[in-house]
Antibody, heavy 126, light 112 residues
């Protein structure tokens, strides 16, 4: 059974860089076809996708966050990481890491988030 | 303001059938599949429906999904008290700004 666990500072100072790591156990992150991603949820609000990284290292980021986001893979440690620079109070949220798995049928090809971490709360405050 | 539009709330009594809608556009639901997630209070989201209408193993067949054009729906039949949760739709968006995942704002389901 795949297990994902987020880790990192729970408090970040405004204008600094938020850094989180997702450790994957029970499976490999270098397996083909899977993406690994970050999603966040501000307190009391909905889900917001931040970005995803393919096993090969190619990345997709939310356009409005692209200038501040970097997602990277460390296959040797079965981890992937999120860096979000120049944070403000608006970046305060519960941050989730998740796996994107492919689905193929005769007429469709799609992805879905199947495994999620439990989430880690990051507060941006001085 | 979420790219995918969901009603903020829905409700039903035990045993009833409820539906939750998710409205998008040609760049997301209109051209890609829809996934649905259930988020129980204080927990991480859980995959409920993928690729419009596919159920992961372990998800009861009381839950079903459908898609028509740029809209999708989640139906829950035989409503139970432990279905009380937030439900989110999601789709890939082939935006000119750069492709990305979009979520609905979420629907809070109350079992009366």
């Amino acid at each position: 059974q795949l297990h994902l666990q987020e880790s990192g500072p729970g408090l970040v100072t405004p204008s600094e860089t938020l850094s989180l790591t997702c450790t994957v156990s029970g499976g490999s992150i270098s397996g083909s076809s899977y993406y690994w991603g970050w999603i966040r949820q501000p307190p009391g609000k909905g889900l917001e996708w931040i970005g995803s990284i393919y096993y090969s290292g190619s990345t997709y980021y939310k356009p409005s966050l692209k200038s501040r986001v970097t997602i990277s893979l460390d296959t040797s440690k079965t981890q992937f990481s999120l860096k979000l620079s120049s944070v403000t109070a608006a970046d305060t949220a519960l941050y989730y890491c998740a796996r994107l798995s492919p689905y193929t049928s005769s007429s469709l090809f799609s992805y879905y988030f199947d495994y999620w971490g439990q989430g880690t709360l990051v507060t941006v405050s001085s | 303001q979420s790219v995918l539009t969901q009603p903020p709330s829905a409700s039903g009594t035990p045993g009833q059938r409820v539906t939750i809608s998710c409205s998008g556009s040609s760049s997301n639901i209109g051209s890609n599949t829809v996934n649905w997630y259930q988020q129980l209070p204080g927990t991480a989201p859980k995959l409920l429906i993928y690729s419009n209408n596919q159920r992961p193993s372990g998800v009861p067949d009381r839950f079903s999904g459908s898609k028509s054009g740029a809209s999708a729906s989640l139906a829950i039949s035989g409503l139970q008290s432990d279905d009380e949760a937030d439900y989110y739709c999601a789709a890939w968006d082939d935006s000119m700004n750069g492709p990305h995942w979009v979520f609905g704002g979420g629907t809070k389901l109350t079992v009366l």
